[in-house]
């Protein structure tokens, strides 16, 4: 079993900046990529950024480019996405997703429970 653990939710203003973490935890062989989703009310989840290949190829929506900036730390399977700037219209919870291999060699997509993310206009 794997896990992932977010943390760094909260509320803030518009033009200040957040930081999320996720760790994954458990069973791990390796993890090939990790990222951050996220759903705002009404809409559907979308991808924000991702990180492959530690750190090889990275993704972002367009919406965030410029502004977030996706990292890892393979040595404690954690992946952080830097927030600044924040517009109102990033309000939504921000969901981390990883691609593992697992120590049984298995491979699967594992979801953290998502962090509340409100920027206040």
């Known amino acids: 079993q794997v896990q992932l653990v977010e943390s760094g939710g909260g509320l803030v203003q518009a033009g200040g900046s957040l930081r999320l973490s996720c760790e994954a935890s458990?069973?791990?062989?390796?993890?090939?990529?990790m990222g951050w989703y996220r759903r705002a009310p009404g809409k559907q989840r979308e991808l924000v950024a991702a990180?492959?290949?530690?750190?090889?190829?990275?993704n972002y929506a367009d919406s965030v480019k410029g502004r977030f900036t996706i990292s890892r730390d393979n040595t404690k399977n954690t992946v952080y996405l830097q927030m600044n700037s924040l517009k109102p219209e990033d309000t939504a919870v921000y969901y981390c997703?990883?691609?593992?291999?697992?120590?049984?060699?298995?491979?699967?997509?594992?979801w953290g429970q998502g962090t509340q993310v409100t920027v206040s206009s």
């Open positions: 997703n990883a691609d593992v291999f697992t120590s049984t060699l298995e491979n699967a997509d594992y």
């Open positions: 458990g069973s791990i062989f390796s993890i090939y990529s």
């Open positions: 990180d492959t290949r530690g750190g090889s190829i990275t």
